[in-house]
């Protein structure tokens, strides 16, 4: 497979783009499909799960995806419950503290971007200059 490029040798604007306006568009969507349709609600979410877990692979191992991750869900759940103040009534039960559901979509984010990052090292092949010399690549040799 090729390489994915990491976020941080992306252009600035580009990275801005990929981990503060996509979250933040992504959840003002699902924020206004929770006042039209559940079913809606649950696509733009999983959506966003995808994009969580594609968004850890630009980063170079689990933790760092995972601060990614914080960082798109807290954005996520803060447009999500924006969005959904501006909206109807929702279509899926919320917490009783609508707050809260910040605190979880950060969490989940948290998760999914440490997936990206950890899988990373498994999908995405390195480029030739970092990939290791087949006797350190097998220990027993």
């Known amino acids: 497979m090729r390489t994915i490029p990491l976020l941080k040798d992306r252009p600035r604007e580009l990275q801005v783009l990929l981990a503060g306006v996509a979250p933040a568009v992504t959840g003002f969507v699902a924020g206004l499909m929770l006042g039209v349709s559940a079913a809606a609600y649950w696509i733009v979410n999983l959506i966003a ?3 969580g877990v594609a968004a850890g692979l630009e980063h170079e191992n689990g933790w760092k995806g995972a601060d990614r991750g914080l960082l798109g869900g807290t954005i996520f759940g803060t447009f999500l419950l ?21 605190i979880v979509t950060a969490i989940g984010g948290m998760l999914l971007g440490a997936l990206g990052g950890r899988l990373r090292r498994v999908v995405v092949k390195p480029p030739a200059d970092e990939q290791p010399a087949a006797a350190e690549a097998d220990p027993e040799t």
């Open 82 to 102: 924006i969005a959904h103040a501006l909206g109807g009534a929702a279509k899926v039960k919320l917490p009783g503290f609508e707050p809260l559901l910040v």
């Open 49 to 51: 799960a995808i994009g």
